[in-house]
């Protein structure tokens, strides 16, 4: 492992290219609406390729919420709105902090990206540091399980979530104006949200501006808040219910961009501010305010000729501090992250190659970021992180038979000064991922799928460097200096099925991890000032082995023109064993089943979700009961242009007690209980 210290590094390097990249196209654009160099599907998901790959012909496992789903979805952070999909979980730590959970494997495995670039806040730091964008601000989620979407690097080894929006317009809005208003209510929490967002078009330009508001009060839960194993333990009363203490939210965001659009291409600017408050839930009184400032810069330039079709240049740089405070006016640990990141994609001109159609793309990508704690609970210290990467992504389609493959080269620095230490430590680390995959379309409606991954991820600044209490996960956390990269060989077959009136999908996965960072704990005591004990928790490396399937399908009962009603159902399940034994916070297997009318003026769904229990836990991990929810959504558009709908829901109508495993606070906060919320959107 070599060490280098050069006056410019490359991630800053790439960066400047990636800025570069996207001015690239001012000086050739022109006044007309963009030409489209080659049509697309509906389904088309550009987080699983940089040249655009439908679902149904994805050999890996994809999921997409649209613009019209997510005006009437229910007003929560990132986490809790994914959950319930398919292989996906939410860190449900608190009702303004939650993470997607992709097949048990979450924080810096995880990427949550913004239009295709880093969010560069500190949500994968702790659990207990929320996303730092929210849901109502996209008009598409885009979500890819698994580690083979190599394309942004090794820090996506359990998967991507991109949230697209529109605050860069890439086209004209048709009519010169379109938007939406969305506000709705909801009656567990007190909870208030609109968000509203307009791009008008004037001559070659395009403006867009959007904002959100969302607030709730402690929210009602159905049973006391500790549980009765928890109880148990203690050999204390489980205590009162009603509402969870310190579970309130308070979030603020506002964003304006513009583009120059022109027959070449486009290129347009944005800024955003984010800002939120809210109760950590894990202490009574503590509770959080996040800021951040971020502007992005992004670009698209089309050849007339030559290898490449497509220039693409992004730029994204933030400003965010999370201030964690201990009661009104006092503010304690204070985290800061100032970073910026770049990335530069070539799509390769659509041409023939062994009698069929090759597509493919190289791209470059390179991030820094500064991170800091300060205060008494710091329990990272201040570090420096440089990422820069190559990576190319082919892909071959004969019609009945195609083959796709990719490689990616990263180089990793981190550096930092450890807590109480003099001298800065530095390490670095050269990480390759590649994978390779055929697909079949052996009859009418049906694609075989088999892919082969390897990736690799270096080690987070708080898996090396940490070293102190940190109170939102309950234990003293202890990194390791000489941690290796971690690798990971992942097998999965895939399936999808549309035969008319039943379509389904299929996804069989296994991973063989070489070196996984798991945080154990080392058997020992860490006592606070105030005399509270806390068990000493390792970040250590060893095998591993995950595996596991996703399936849902929907079959049509009943066809007649536009009204259809139609059975829905998914199951889902992963069993994840390290060498030290269960690996922790690991979902137990569900099922969902729904039965769904959908028609030009009214929608409706009533759906049955069953969670089971979870007996195979980790090392001071206690076990989580079984619950199945209950829910009833509907939608009416009361007009024939069908720009407004009315919606309704009421979720968990028997007020089950529930509680996420994958949660740190699953013992002291269950899910909410019965909720009926209501709302409007105006798309125009």
């Known amino acids: 492992m070599s060490v280098y210290r050069p006056a410019v590094s490359t991630a800053r390097l790439l960066l400047l290219t990636a800025a570069a990249s996207a001015l690239a196209g001012v000086a050739a654009a022109q006044s007309n609406p963009p030409a489209q160099p080659d049509a697309v599907l509906d389904d088309v998901v550009v987080t699983a390729s940089p040249f655009g790959v439908s679902q149904r012909a994805s050999t890996i496992a994809t999921d997409v919420i649209d613009e019209q789903a997510l005006a009437t979805a229910p007003a929560q952070s990132l986490g809790d709105l994914l959950a319930g999909q398919p292989g996906l979980r939410s860190t449900s730590f608190a009702p303004g902090a939650s993470r997607p959970v992709i097949r048990g494997l979450s924080g810096p495995r995880v990427q949550v990206l913004t239009n295709g670039i880093g969010l560069i806040d500190a949500s994968s730091v702790s659990p207990d540091h929320a996303v730092a964008t929210d849901p109502a601000e996209a008009n598409r989620i885009e979500v890819v399980r698994g580690p083979s979407t190599l394309i942004y690097g090794g820090s996506a080894i359990g998967g991507v979530v991109n949230i697209l929006d529109n605050r860069i317009p890439t086209e004209m809005p ?98 955003k501010d984010t800002e939120s408050e809210y109760g950590t839930v894990a202490e009574p009184t503590v509770f959080i305010q996040l800021h951040q400032t971020r502007e992005d810069v992004r670009g698209e330039y089309n050849f ?167 109170i939102a996960t309950g234990a003293y956390e202890t990194g390791d200096l000489t941690l290796d990269t971690e690798k990971v060989n992942t097998l999965e077959a895939t399936a999808h099925y ?98 769904a009318w959908t028609s030009r003026p009214f929608d409706t769904t009533l759906e049955v979700r069953h969670v089971a229990e979870q007996d195979r836990v980790a090392d001071l991990e206690r076990p989580t009961d079984a619950y199945t929810l209950v829910n009833l959504t509907g939608a009416w558009r009361p007009l024939a242009d069908r720009n407004v709908t009315v919606f309704a829901e009421a979720r968990n109508l028997t007020d089950e007690e529930a509680r996420e495993h994958v949660s740190f606070l699953k013992d002291i906060a269950p899910m909410p209980g019965r909720n009926f919320r209501v709302g409007v959107a105006y798309r125009f």
Do not use: C, M
Request: net charge negative; charged share 25%.
């Open 498 to 595: 549309d035969d008319g009136r039943f379509s389904g999908d299929l996804h069989l996965y296994g991973s063989k991890y070489d070196g996984f960072i798991d945080e154990r704990p080392t058997g020992g005591v860490f006592t606070s000032d105030e005399g509270e004990e806390f068990p000493i928790f390792q970040f250590v490396q060893t095998d591993a082995t995950f595996y596991g399937f996703e399936a849902e399908g929907e079959y049509a009962l009943w066809e007649a023109g536009a009204s259809k009603l139609a059975l829905e159902g998914a199951v889902d399940y992963v069993h994840a064993e390290t060498d030290l034994g269960p690996a922790a916070r690991i979902p137990p297997w569900s099922v969902t089943g729904r039965l």
């Open 174 to 271: 048709e009519g010169g104006i379109d938007g939406v208003i969305s506000t709705q209510a909801s009656s567990v929490d007190d909870g208030r949200s609109i968000f509203g967002r307009v791009t008008v078009g004037a001559g070659p330009f395009a403006f867009n501006i959007d904002g959100v508001s969302r607030s709730t009060d402690d929210y009602d839960i159905p049973s006391p808040a500790r549980s009765q194993r928890l109880a148990d333990e203690d050999g204390e009363p489980r205590g009162p219910g009603g509402t969870q203490p310190n579970s309130y939210t308070d979030l603020k965001a506002w964003g304006v961009g513009g583009s120059y659009i022109g027959d070449k291409g486009f290129f347009g600017v944005s800024y």
């Open 304 to 470: 007339d000729a030559g290898p490449f079709r497509t220039l693409r240049g992004s730029y994204g740089h933030a400003e965010y501090t999370h201030t964690e405070f201990e009661g009104p006016g006092e503010p304690g640990t204070v985290f800061n992250s100032d970073g910026q990141e770049g990335r530069v994609d070539l799509i390769q001109r659509k041409s023939s190659l062994f009698g069929g159609e090759w597509n493919g793309a190289i791209g470059f990508q390179g991030l820094t970021r500064t991170f800091e704690a300060i205060g008494e609970e710091a329990f990272v210290p201040t570090s420096t992180t440089d990422e820069a990467g190559i990576y190319t992504v082919q892909r071959i389609d004969r019609g009945r038979v195609g083959f796709e493959g990719g490689l990616r080269y990263d180089r990793h620095t981190v550096s930092a000064t450890p807590l109480g230490g003099v001298t800065e430590l530095k390490r670095e680390f050269d990480n390759v991922s590649a994978s390779i995959a055929g697909f079949l379309r052996p009859a009418p409606g049906l694609s075989l799928g088999l892919s082969l991954a390897h990736n690799e991820r270096a080690p987070s600044e708080v898996e090396l460097f940490a070293d102190g209490l940190h």
